[in-house]
C-alpha cells in the first residue's frame, strides 16, 4: 500500500513504529495531488512548502510518549474546505468575491487540527459559499468525481470528498448545513460526518447559514472520523451556540456492536421517486443489520416531505444576512462578483425576509421547523438512530442540473432535515449503483456520535465497499 | 408568485444586469412555487423554532482581551486613509 492510501489509524502506527516519516507520508500525497488534482480540482490551493515544513518539525518531536499522546494527529496530512479561515493562507469561500483574501487567524477547528499534529497539504474546492449539492458551483470549476469523470462527486464539500477518496490526503474538514458533507461522502464512498449542532465550533468558518451550519469532516473509515471528532469537538469562547458537553473519547464504543439496538426505517424515505436501486442497497444494509443483531422498528416521520421547502426558506433568509457584509469595503471585492446561485440565494432570502412577506414565509417555516423537530423527538423514543438513503439518486452527469435550480435543490430532501432539527448525521457507503457510489446516513439524538459511530463500524466492518478505490488511481 | 427582482436586488444591494433580471425572475418564482407547499401545514399554535440549542443569553466577562491590530484589519483593504477603511462619501455638502 502507498502511505497516501492509509488512514489515520494505520499512518499514526507506522509514523510511531518508525515505519516512515511524516516527510514521506506528506511527499506520498503532494506527488498524489500533483498527478491526478490537474483532472480532478479539488484543490484551490496547494500549500507543499507550508507542509513539508510542518512534517519535518513533526518528524524532529520524537513519534513517542507524551509528545504523540498529546497530539492525536501528529504528523497526518489534512486539506482543509476552502470555508475555514487559515491564518496567511487564501481563503477564497471559492467565490471571486474573496479570491485574493488572506485572513489574519485561523479557525478555532483549525488551530485545533495544528495543536494535535496535522500537517495542511492545502484548501479544498467547494461549491461557493456552501451553495451547491454537486461541486458545479464553484468560481474555480467543477471537482470531478474520481469514481467516473462525467460525473458529480456531491457538494457543497466537493474537494473534501474527492480528495479523501483519491488519497491525496488522509482525511479533510467539510460543513454541513444541508447535506454537504454527507451527500460528497455517499458520492465518493467515504465516510462523511455531520456532528450535532454546537458540537464543534464555527467560529473562523465562513458563516453561511448560522442556525443549520456543522462543522464536519471526511475520512476513509469510521474509526478515523471519531478519531477527527476526538480533536475538533468541544466547547470555544468564541462560539456561543455550543452548549457545554464533554468530549468523550468517540473511539471506546466503538467495537461494542450492535445487538440490542433499535434502529428506525422511516417510511417517508423510502417512497416513489427514490431509484430503485438505491432503495434496494438501503435495504440490503438493513438486512446486514438485522443478521448484526439490531432490531428494525418501522417509523413514521410524517412532515418529512416539509423539511425541504422549509429549509428552502429558512436557509436562504440567513445566507442573504450572512452574506451582507461581503460590500468590498473591509475585505473581498464588491457584490457584482457574487456568482449565480449566491444571488439567488441572497435574493430569495431577501424576499421572504422583507416586510409583509416575513409571516406567510419565514415564521412559517420556522413553526414548521417545530413539528419536524417534534417527530424526530417521538422517534428517538421508539428506537437508538435512524437509517435513510443519503440521496434519493445515485450521482449524476455533471451539467445535468446546473440549469435547473430546483431540480438541484431537490437532491437535498433526505440531509436537510439534520440541520433544521440539530441532529449528528453519519453517511457510510453502502455499495454502488452503474459503478457510482451510494451512501446511507445513520441519525441519531442531539450528541450521540459515539452510538453512529459504533453502529457505522458494526457495518463498515462486515463489508468491503471502504476497501474499493476508484479505477483512475491504478 | 411573482417576485419583483429589480426592487430585491436593490434591498440586497446586489447589482444585476437586464438579462439576469429575467432570468431570475423566472427561476426564482418556480422556487417560492415550490416553497409554498408549506401552505399545507396546520401551524396553528406551533410556537416557532429558530435555534436548537435551548441556549440563551451567553455572555462572558466584560474585559478586553487582544485582538486584531489595526495593520492586520487593514491587511486585505482596497482603499484606506490614515489607518481607517475610506468610502465614498454619503453626506455632501
Known sequence: MKLNELTIKLAREGLKTKKFSSVELTKACLEQIKKHNPSLNAFITVTEKDALEQAKKTDSLAFQGEALEAKPLLGI????????????????????????????????????????????????????????????????????????????????????????????????????????????????????????????????????????????????????????????????????????????????????????????????????????????????????????????????????????????????????????????????????NFGEEAKRRIMLGTYTLSAGYYDAYYKKAMQVRTLIKQDFDEAFNKVDAIITPVSPTPPWKLGEKINDPLEMYLSDIFTVTANLVGIPGLSVPIGFVNKLPVGMQILGPQFSEAKLFQIGYAYEQSTEWHKRKPEMLK | MKI?????????????????????????????????????????????????????????????????????ALSDVKSQHNGFFKVKAILTE
Open chain 2, 4 to 72: 419583483d427582482v429589480k426592487h430585491i436586488a436593490k434591498l440586497a444591494n446586489l447589482p444585476l444586469e437586464k438579462d439576469e433580471e429575467k432570468k431570475f425572475e423566472k427561476q426564482l418564482s418556480e422556487i417560492l412555487s415550490y416553497v409554498e407547499k408549506l401552505r399545507e401545514v396546520d401551524t396553528r399554535n406551533v410556537e416557532t423554532t429558530s435555534q436548537v440549542t435551548g441556549l440563551e443569553n451567553v455572555t462572558r466577562e466584560d474585559k478586553a482581551t487582544p485582538s486584531l491590530t489595526q495593520k492586520e
Open chain 1, 77 to 336: 496530512p489534512i486539506a482543509l474546505k476552502d470555508l475555514f479561515s487559515t491564518k496567511g493562507i487564501k481563503t477564497t469561500a471559492a467565490s471571486n468575491a474573496l479570491k485574493d483574501y488572506i485572513p489574519e487567524y485561523d479557525a478555532t477547528v483549525v488551530n485545533k487540527l495544528k495543536d494535535s499534529g496535522a500537517v495542511i497539504v492545502g484548501k479544498l474546492n467547494h461549491d461557493a459559499w456552501g451553495h451547491g449539492a454537486s461541486g458545479e458551483n464553484s468560481d474555480f470549476g467543477p471537482t470531478k468525481n474520481p469514481w467516473n469523470k462525467d460525473y458529480v462527486p456531491g457538494g457543497s464539500s466537493s474537494g473534501s470528498a474527492v480528495s479523501v477518496a483519491s488519497d491525496m490526503c488522509i482525511a479533510s474538514t467539510g460543513t454541513d448545513t444541508g447535506g454537504s458533507s454527507r451527500l460528497p461522502a455517499a458520492f465518493c464512498n467515504v465516510v462523511g460526518l455531520k456532528p450535532t449542532y454546537g458540537r464543534v465550533s464555527r467560529y473562523g468558518v465562513v458563516s453561511m447559514a448560522s442556525s443549520l451550519d456543522s462543522i464536519g469532516h471526511l475520512t476513509k473509515t469510521v474509526e478515523d472520523s471519531a478519531l477527527m471528532l476526538n480533536v475538533t469537538a468541544g466547547q470555544d469562547l468564541d462560539d456561543a451556540t455550543m452548549p457545554n458537553q464533554e468530549v468523550p473519547d468517540y473511539t471506546k464504543n466503538l467495537k461494542n456492536g450492535i445487538k440490542g439496538l433499535r434502529i428506525g426505517k422511516p417510511k417517508e424515505y423510502f417512497i416513489q421517486g427514490v431509484d430503485s436501486q438505491v432503495k434496494q442497497l438501503t435495504d440490503a444494509a438493513f438486512k446486514k443489520y438485522e443478521a448484526l443483531g439490531a432490531e428494525i422498528v418501522d417509523i413514521s416521520l410524517p412532515h418529512t416531505e416539509y423539511a425541504n421547502p422549509c429549509y428552502y426558506i429558512i436557509q436562504p433568509a440567513e445566507v442573504s444576512s450572512n452574506l451582507a457584509r461581503y460590500d468590498g469595503i473591509r475585505y473581498g471585492s464588491n457584490r457584482s
